[in-house]
């Protein structure tokens, strides 16, 4: 897979477990509004985190997700940690 | 009705129920009035000493607050919300269009969110404290069904938990009733709210000696005036009023379940759990109510009191507080005993039953009741139109440590 599907991919993967764990609808999630907008608050990232060592195997540290970012730019984040694992 | 000085009080206009009589107050009623026990076998509760509890049947909080709000509450919290908003569509109210800055809310409440607290506590005693959820503490915090209940419904006037175990409920519609009169709120939202039916909490009921050990035949667990009775069966739930002064309500031609003619609140100061011996601190609220303007001093009263402790007879402190005169017995066989705070939604009975409604019949009451204290009064408003007759219907609830709570309900 090129970068690109692999980041793709790892998107649709954190979507689903947002919206599963969290009962955000997916195309919200999808429409570019940042966690703020969404309700994701600083706590709610705590346990995003938790969700995506546990389910995925990807460690990051408090704080790397902040409320202020869209899907794009948590996956960025993620799909880097991802890498170095 | 001589001696009541109407328009002086708070009258409740609205009332939200979701207990294990159902939910909403038209199931409660029906339910009330079969007299059918909702204890059962509890299978959250499998391999427990005590596997019985009384829970609200059906509730649907995905359904009921949707899956992004409901994930984020605990249970105590859910049934709270959920019954508010039944009892402010009661009122006839909508938060979409009060001065939310005028109107309060407080509510009663123990134990918080015990089943959150001891899941995440054992995933942090397995070594995994890092597996712990971020929501641990604002899901288990007691203040925080208040707080929530005034975010689902535009609430910037004051927000409170009263925390008096069994008096919770009657304090909050207490304090409710004071914000009113005090002018700091036009409209308060009052009640109790507990879900605290978790494997630990319920061991440690039962270590106290506080639960029956009827498991074997749970819709005759609950009896707690009867000579053989061996604890209380857990229940779930919550009930909110919509309170207002009785002037305001009159005013918007609101209708008036009853009033909260009288409150008045003491403290035994005696014993963690056993009340008073001769009942010293339910007897002051109930022979001196200094807060019940206008309300009735004798007559008529129909007092009740509970604690936990089975050991004591439930009706030992009143009986020796206001000699001997009947307790009204009765949902508290029904519902199970609401850990701590459920005494709000006895509060609501009684206020439904205000309004001229059946007496309802009590789950077990012919079985073995101690009948201890005087039945001379039993028929006193029982009947329709009889709340007319009858100058005040008194509630006193005691509570674990000593709380004592007594309100004065009163036909509208």
Redesign the interface.
Known sequence: MTALSVESSLKHQVSGLISEKFGLDEAELLSGATFDELDIDSLILVELSLILRKEMGIVLVEGELKSSFTLDEAVAVIAAKADQA | MSGVARGRGVAVTGIGLVTPAGIGVDENWRRVLSGVSAATTDPELKGERVDISCRVPGFDA?AEL???????LDRFAQLAIVSARQAVTDAGLDCGSWDGTRVGVVIGNSLGGVATLEKQLRTYFEGTP??V???MI?MGMVNMVAGYVAMDQKIHGPSLVTATACASGASAIGTAREWLLSGLCDVVLAGGTESAISPGTLNGLSRMGALSARTDDPAAASRPFAHDRDGFVAGEGAAILVLERCEDATARNARRYADIAGFSATSDAHHATAPHPQGAGLARPCGTPSTTRGAPRRGGARERARHVDPDERPDRGPRAALGARRPGGGDLHQGGHRAHAGCGRRGRGRVHGAGAAPRRPAAHRQRGLARPLDRRRHRRGDGPGAAEEDPGRREYVAGLRGHNAALVLTAA
């Open positions: 995905t949707g899956r992004r709000n409901a994930w984020k890092d597996d959820s971020a929501l604002p």
